[in-house]
Each structure stands twice: as structure tokens, then as C-alpha cells.
């Protein structure tokens, strides 16, 4: 009798790359009632995954378990009480945990139906990223139009999908950081005045161009970015802090950069507030998940905004669940220009390729 198996992603301690382990797993998932099982066709690779990894993501379970906060999919099981979801729907799923895996159980409330001619490693490009960068400029940032935006790790998956927002928005002057080699694919998603922060001192090169400074700031950064932020901001500018990207520094947890973070954080009294005439905000999607409501409106809206071409994801590169390593290794080392995606299906081995190599001497020969 055939044993039913599934590919699971599984974090088995805290460290390097080599804690993400693939497993086999036995069984099928089984929906409770108001749950949906998906078979997983992408995932995506958050920099919160990499935080999790080295046990710097607190909303998580402890290992072993699977990381994964967003995939897309078809549904294949449709659990008691679920009315508005049936076998064969592709969907996009947005959930705390234990996303990358072949098939998951979820909340049907945690699954959006996907429009037509989007593919499946754009569906799981979109719920982190783009509601991240939806709800920081427009719910918090309140984004009109002629306003000034500093987006840094503008080449990022957060940083592509606010610069697409941005230019949803009429006349918004978009600053982004990344390094040069990045410059002219962020140019041509639409930031106006790309900084290579690597070379030259962004605050300087903001204040040549935007000597009052800007509206809204978006800050992943952490530590003594912060404070840099803040102070480029123009009276009624909003600075929205949602990571802290300074600690990361390596494989493993660096403590000298988590203590140097730390001892920079910033911190302001309501009168200073008052005075510079300043919003400081924070966002974390991982403690929205009592509010999912808001989550649900804003993947509505982003939706229609890919309906309409507003907005489409820019995929990086895909890897197969045996290939995370790498995956982690190249958002880490901040080589990816958009989104990571691992796909769960098997990689697939390519015989043909070496019995060509053992043709072509042959052919040398004659």
C-alpha cells in the first residue's frame, strides 16, 4: 500500500543556512473545520526568515518547524464550514508559519483567490511584501501626491513592491538606496534618484537634491539609521520603522551587531514629537495576525491594482526546496534584485546534458 509523502522545509535549530532541513513527510494534512489543504506550488523567502533562522524572530514556534510565511497553490481539500472556497481554486496564503512545505492546512480566511494570468511565483511574491508596503505608505504614511519618499534596500522585495506603489500615486519623487550595480533596474521600476549608500552618505545626497527634507520615510534598517531618518524628515513627514536589517550581518546570530543596534536605538519623548512636528510609526505584519480583517481589505486592493498592470511582482529568482541554502545565501548577501521564490516540486535531474557532453569529443574526433 503506497504511503502518502509530502517535501516539508524544516528549521531544526537555530544558526547557518545548513539548519533548513528538507524532509519527507508522512500522511496528508487533514482540514479543521473552517481550514483549507493546498498543495504548494511557490513560496516565498522573507527577510524574516532569515531572522528566524538565527532565533531573531519572536512570533515563531520553537524548532523544529517549518518556516514559511506566504505560497501559492491550488486547493485540494476543503475542510467543514467552508463556503466560499472549493477543490481546484488557486490561491495565494498568507500565515504565520509553515509555508514551505508541499501541502499545508490553513485558514480559508488566510487564502485569496488569485486573478487570471497570474502565475504562481507571482502569487507568493505579493502578501509580505507588497501588504508590508501598502499598508506603511498609505495606511501610515497617508502618501499623496507631490510628496518625497526615501525607500531603502530599494532592489529588495519590500523595497520593489513600495516604489511600484509609489508611482500609483501622482508625482511622487521616490529616493532609493541599493548598491550601484542595482541603479538602473530600480530606475526603471521607478525610483527617481537612485543612492548607492555603499559609497556615498545618503543623508547628503537626499539633502542636495530635498534640502527640506522628506515625507515619508521607510526604515528596515534599524539602529543609527533611525535617527537619520528622523531628522530627514520635513515638518509632517512620517518615518515608518519595520525591521531591523543592521543586525544581520552573517550566517549566524553576530551579537556586537545586535548590541550596536540596540545601544542606537531610537527613542523620542512626545514633547520632541511635538515640537518637530513628527510621526514615528512601526509596522510588523507578524502581530497583525488578530487584525487579518485589515490584511484581507489591503490584498483586495492590491489585487485590483494588479487587475488594472499597476502593480507586478518582480520575481528574482527561484529555487527548489534542496537549494535553500543558496536562496538564503543570496537575499543575505543582498544579491537578488525582487523577490526569491523556492518552488516545492523536485529539481529535476538533466541526464541528457551529460550524455551530449560525451557525444561532442566524438564529433571533435571525426
Given at each position: 500500500?503506497?504511503?502518502?509523502?509530502?517535501?516539508?522545509?524544516?528549521?531544526?535549530?537555530?544558526?547557518?543556512?545548513?539548519?533548513?532541513?528538507?524532509?519527507?513527510?508522512?500522511?496528508?494534512?487533514?482540514?479543521?473545520?473552517?481550514?483549507?489543504?493546498?498543495?504548494?506550488?511557490?513560496?516565498?523567502?522573507?527577510?524574516?526568515?532569515?531572522?528566524?533562522?538565527?532565533?531573531?524572530?519572536?512570533?515563531?514556534?520553537?524548532?523544529?518547524?517549518?518556516?514559511?510565511?506566504?505560497?501559492?497553490?491550488?486547493?485540494?481539500?476543503?475542510?467543514?464550514?467552508?463556503?466560499?472556497?472549493?477543490?481546484?481554486?488557486?490561491?495565494?496564503?498568507?500565515?504565520?508559519?509553515?509555508?514551505?512545505?508541499?501541502?499545508?492546512?490553513?485558514?480559508?480566511?488566510?487564502?485569496?483567490?488569485?486573478?487570471?494570468?497570474?502565475?504562481?511565483?507571482?502569487?507568493?511574491?505579493?502578501?509580505?511584501?507588497?501588504?508590508?508596503?501598502?499598508?506603511?505608505?498609505?495606511?501610515?504614511?497617508?502618501?499623496?501626491?507631490?510628496?518625497?519618499?526615501?525607500?531603502?534596500?530599494?532592489?529588495?522585495?519590500?523595497?520593489?513592491?513600495?516604489?511600484?506603489?509609489?508611482?500609483?500615486?501622482?508625482?511622487?519623487?521616490?529616493?532609493?538606496?541599493?548598491?550601484?550595480s542595482k541603479h538602473e533596474t530600480i530606475s526603471e521600476v521607478?525610483?527617481?534618484?537612485?543612492?548607492?549608500?555603499?559609497?556615498?552618505?545618503?543623508?547628503?545626497?537626499?539633502?542636495?537634491?530635498?534640502?527640506?527634507?522628506?515625507?515619508?520615510?521607510?526604515?528596515?534598517?534599524?539602529?543609527?539609521?533611525?535617527?537619520?531618518?528622523?531628522?530627514?524628515?520635513?515638518?509632517?513627514?512620517?518615518?515608518?520603522?519595520?525591521?531591523?536589517?543592521?543586525?544581520?550581518?552573517?550566517?549566524?546570530?553576530?551579537?556586537?551587531?545586535?548590541?550596536?543596534?540596540?545601544?542606537?536605538?531610537?527613542?523620542?519623548?512626545?514633547?520632541?514629537?511635538?515640537?518637530?512636528?513628527?510621526?514615528?510609526?512601526?509596522?510588523?505584519?507578524?502581530?497583525?495576525?488578530?487584525?487579518?480583517?485589515?490584511?484581507?481589505?489591503?490584498?483586495?486592493?492590491?489585487?485590483?491594482?494588479?487587475?488594472?498592470?499597476?502593480?507586478?511582482?518582480?520575481?528574482?529568482?527561484?529555487?527548489?526546496?534542496?537549494?535553500?541554502?543558496?536562496?538564503?545565501?543570496?537575499?543575505?548577501?543582498?544579491?537578488?534584485?525582487?523577490?526569491?521564490?523556492?518552488?516545492?516540486?523536485?529539481?529535476?535531474?538533466?541526464?541528457?546534458?551529460?550524455?551530449?557532453?560525451?557525444?561532442?569529443?566524438?564529433?571533435?574526433?571525426?
Amino acid at each position: 500500500e503506497d504511503v502518502v509523502t509530502y517535501r516539508s522545509l524544516v528549521l531544526s535549530g537555530y544558526g547557518g543556512y545548513d539548519k533548513v532541513k528538507l524532509q519527507v513527510k508522512k500522511g496528508m494534512p487533514s482540514p479543521k473545520a473552517g481550514e483549507v489543504v493546498v498543495r504548494v506550488k511557490a513560496c516565498g523567502l522573507n527577510f524574516a526568515d532569515l531572522l528566524a533562522r538565527q532565533g531573531l524572530y519572536d512570533r515563531l514556534p520553537s524548532p523544529p518547524f517549518s518556516p514559511g510565511m506566504e505560497c501559492s497553490g491550488v486547493v485540494e481539500i476543503v475542510g467543514e464550514e467552508v463556503t466560499d472556497r472549493k477543490v481546484g481554486d488557486k490561491v495565494m496564503v498568507l500565515n504565520r508559519s509553515g509555508m514551505w512545505q508541499e501541502v499545508v492546512a490553513v485558514p480559508a480566511s488566510h487564502t485569496f483567490i488569485m486573478p487570471e494570468g497570474m502565475t504562481f511565483e507571482e502569487a507568493a511574491a505579493i502578501p509580505v511584501n507588497y501588504v508590508t508596503a501598502y499598508m506603511m505608505l498609505f495606511d501610515f504614511g497617508n502618501l499623496r501626491p507631490n510628496q518625497s519618499v526615501l525607500i531603502h534596500m530599494a532592489a529588495g522585495g519590500v523595497g520593489i513592491a513600495a516604489t511600484q506603489l509609489c508611482k500609483t500615486v501622482k508625482d511622487v519623487t521616490i529616493f532609493g538606496t541599493s548598491s550601484a550595480s542595482k541603479h538602473e533596474t530600480i530606475s526603471e521600476v521607478g525610483v527617481t534618484h537612485p543612492i548607492d549608500y555603499r559609497t556615498r552618505d545618503y543623508v547628503d545626497e537626499i539633502r542636495k537634491i530635498s534640502p527640506k527634507g522628506l515625507d515619508v520615510i521607510l526604515d528596515p534598517l534599524g539602529g543609527s539609521d533611525t535617527h537619520k531618518g528622523f531628522n530627514l524628515l520635513r515638518p509632517m513627514g512620517k518615518l515608518i520603522t519595520y525591521g531591523a536589517a543592521n543586525v544581520l550581518t552573517g550566517q549566524r546570530k553576530n551579537l556586537l551587531a545586535m548590541a550596536k543596534t540596540w545601544y542606537n536605538q531610537f527613542s523620542i519623548n512626545t514633547m520632541s514629537l511635538m515640537h518637530a512636528n513628527k510621526a514615528v510609526c512601526g509596522y510588523h505584519l507578524g502581530y497583525l495576525d488578530n487584525e487579518f480583517e485589515m490584511v484581507t481589505e489591503v490584498v483586495a486592493k492590491l489585487l485590483d491594482l494588479y487587475k488594472q498592470g499597476k502593480i507586478k511582482p518582480r520575481v528574482d529568482s527561484t529555487y527548489h526546496f534542496e537549494q535553500v541554502g543558496d536562496a538564503m545565501r543570496r537575499m543575505q548577501e543582498r544579491h537578488n534584485i525582487g523577490k526569491i521564490i523556492l518552488l516545492p516540486e523536485p529539481k529535476k535531474e538533466e541526464p541528457k546534458k551529460e550524455e551530449e557532453k560525451k557525444e561532442e569529443p566524438k564529433k571533435e574526433e571525426n
